[in-house]
C-alpha cells in the first residue's frame, strides 16, 4: 500500500503564498500518477493539479496561473506552490495517488488524510 501524508495547510490572508507538501511512503513504485484534490464546505473534492500518468502536468483554470505543482526526482514527494490566494481558495487538500495496475496492490487509488488550507480577507 501507499501512505500520503499532507503538510503546510495553515490560515493565510488574501493574496498572499503558500506551499504544501505530500510525502509518500510504503509501495511508491507502484505510484502512476500523482495530483492535488480541495473540497469545501458542500462542495465536492476537485481536482486542482498534479502529474498525469503520462508525466504531464493539469491544472484546474480556477487556479491556473497561480499554483504550480511540483515533485522531487524520486517522485515520492509532491508539492503544490499556491500564489495570489483567494477566499475561494479555502478548502481542505487532499494528495492522491493512482496505483499501476499490475502491482497488485489492495487499491487502485489511495489519500491523504488532508490538510486546510484558509484564507482569509
Known amino acids: 500500500q501507499v501512505r500520503l501524508v499532507e503538510s503546510g495547510g495553515t490560515l493565510v490572508q488574501a493574496g498572499g503564498s503558500l506551499r504544501l507538501s505530500c510525502a509518500a511512503s510504503?509501495?511508491?513504485?507502484?505510484?502512476?500518477?500523482m495530483g492535488w484534490y480541495r473540497q469545501s464546505p458542500g462542495k465536492e473534492r476537485e481536482l486542482v493539479a498534479g502529474?498525469?500518468?503520462?508525466?504531464?502536468?493539469n491544472y484546474a483554470d480556477s487556479v491556473n496561473g497561480r499554483f504550480m505543482v511540483s515533485r522531487d526526482s524520486a517522485k515520492t514527494t509532491l508539492f503544490l506552490q499556491m500564489n495570489d490566494l483567494k477566499q475561494e481558495d479555502t478548502a481542505v487538500y487532499y494528495c492522491?495517488?493512482?496505483?499501476?495496475?499490475?502491482?497488485?496492490?489492495?487499491?487502485?487509488?489511495?489519500w491523504g488524510q488532508g490538510t486546510q488550507v484558509t484564507v482569509s480577507s
Open positions: 502529474f498525469t500518468r503520462a508525466d504531464t502536468t
Open positions: 510504503g509501495d511508491t513504485i507502484c505510484i502512476a500518477a
Open positions: 492522491h495517488t493512482d496505483i499501476k495496475s499490475y502491482c497488485g496492490l489492495e487499491s487502485y487509488e489511495y
